[in-house]
């Protein structure tokens, strides 16, 4: 078999499950959002990364399908664990072809009807790249936000035309790319740290919120946080939980 064709019967077969990042708040250290990552053990290859089947499933239409499973499924989980973390937040990925599909508006309307999750509690995350076909883009956050939804521009400052997003979109976040923190405690005064201090000013001024992607260390988070991030994300504070885990991590934290 061709890994399109696992991944095609991955959805019946029952063989994805959604795990959760936390991304803490800088100040008080409490879990604000958990950030949806798909994954998928498949029966003929195993584990297989999104990095991996994800790009095969933009190929076609399955990418649709994938996405709507993991909205929902994030949507349902999001709402069953506001009993335990009342205003916890879930990000769910959306990749370019999945924005461009015309039927994304009904999908996430659908996922936050279905689980009766308050629309302010679903972040989606989209990078650069997927708002680089103008017109439409604009239209399709502009349409995503009347929702109710929060949008953030993912993996920020790896792609093109930054700036003129950040001018033109009604986006509520800003993720700043794991390639500028890797850095910052080896480098304190190098291009990276200019570069995240720059941002988070930026950021504070359009009253955006400001998540650092991938912190592994004390020293990265630490600094993030005096340069003005508000959210981070990484290795340091926690990787991505099945839902089990993530629900003993929320009990704990009461
Ligand atoms: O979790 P991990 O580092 O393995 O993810 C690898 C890549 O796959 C990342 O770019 C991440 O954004 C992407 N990804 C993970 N889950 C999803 C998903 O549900 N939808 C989309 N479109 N991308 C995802
Ligand atoms: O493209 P996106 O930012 O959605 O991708 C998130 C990816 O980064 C996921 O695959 C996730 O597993 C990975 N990730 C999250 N935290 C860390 C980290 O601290 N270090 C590294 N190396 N990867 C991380
Ligand atoms: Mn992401
Ligand atoms: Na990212």
Redesign the pocket.
Same mark, same amino acid.
């Given at each position: 078999v061709e890994l399109d064709a696992a991944l095609h019967r991955a959805l019946d077969r029952d063989e994805l499950r959604?795990?959760y990042?936390p991304l803490v708040d800088a100040r008080t250290g409490r879990v604000t959002e958990v950030? @949806?990552?798909?994954?998928w053990t498949s029966r003929e290859f195993g584990p297989v990364?999104? #990095?991996e089947f =994800?790009p095969v #499933?933009?190929g076609s239409a399955l =990418?649709v399908h994938?996405?709507a499973w @993991?909205l929902r499924q #994030?949507c349902l989980d999001t709402a069953h664990l506001q009993a335990l973390a009342p205003g916890l937040r879930v990000a769910?990925?959306?990749?370019p072809s999945?924005f461009r599909h015309p039927g994304l508006v009904q999908a996430v309307q659908a996922a936050l009807q279905h689980a009766g999750l308050n629309p302010a509690l679903l972040t989606l995350?989209i990078?650069e790249g997927v708002l680089m076909d103008h017109d439409d883009a604009i239209r399709r956050v502009l349409d995503l936000r009347r929702l109710g939804v929060r949008l953030a521009i %993912? %993996?920020f400052g790896t792609g093109f035309s930054s700036l003129h997003y950040l001018k033109n979109l009604p986006v509520n976040a800003v993720k700043i790319d794991k390639t500028f923190v890797d850095q910052l405690a080896t480098h304190p005064d190098g291009v990276d740290a200019h570069i995240v201090r720059s941002v988070a000013h930026l950021c504070a001024g359009l009253e955006l919120e400001l998540t650092a992607e991938g912190v592994e260390t004390g020293a990265q988070a630490e600094l993030l946080r005096t340069m003005g991030c508000t959210l981070l994300q990484g290795w340091h504070f926690s990787r %991505?939980l099945p839902l089990e885990t993530l629900c003993e991590r929320l009990g704990g934290e009461r």
């Open positions: 959604l795990h990042q950030e @949806a990552l798909m994954r990364s999104p #990095a =994800i #499933a933009e =990418i994938l996405g @993991a #994030a769910v990925n959306v990749s999945q995350e990078t %993912d %993996d %991505d």
